[in-house]
Nanobody, 125 residues
């Protein structure tokens, strides 16, 4: 497994930007697909974005397509989520996840191998 630690959350005004980071430990990071999920108060956890182990393939929820960008740096064992044009409805705890399944699987499964502790993003109107 690769323990995950998210950072970069905070309070931002609508229309602003934030970049989340997820740092992984362990020498097998580059063999894992990575993803971001979010959970708003009173709602179920939902898929946001995923990236393949090589970075060649990315997938996004329709609600964030065109505004969010997932990327990874395998040399730094880190995956990023650049969030632009933020909306109040993007307010949630954002979680990083890792698994050795194909990144596409992140769009419809929740029992992934490793989860981070989450970082709170609050978007004010």
């Amino acid at each position: 497994q690769v323990p995950l630690v998210e950072s970069g959350g905070g309070l931002v005004q609508a229309g602003g930007s934030l970049r989340l980071s997820c740092a992984a430990s362990g020498r097998t990071f580059s063999t894992y697909a990575m993803g971001w999920f979010r959970q708003a108060p009173g709602k179920e956890r939902e898929f946001v974005a995923a990236i393949s182990w090589s970075g060649a393939y990315t997938y996004y929820a329709d609600s964030v397509k065109g505004r969010f960008t997932i990327s990874r740096d395998n040399a730094k064992n880190t995956v990023y989520l650049q969030m632009n044009s933020l909306k109040p409805e993007d307010t949630a705890v954002y979680y990083c996840a890792a698994d050795r399944v194909p990144a596409l699987k992140f769009t419809n499964i929740r029992n992934l191998e490793v989860w981070g502790q989450g970082t709170l993003v609050t978007v004010s109107s």
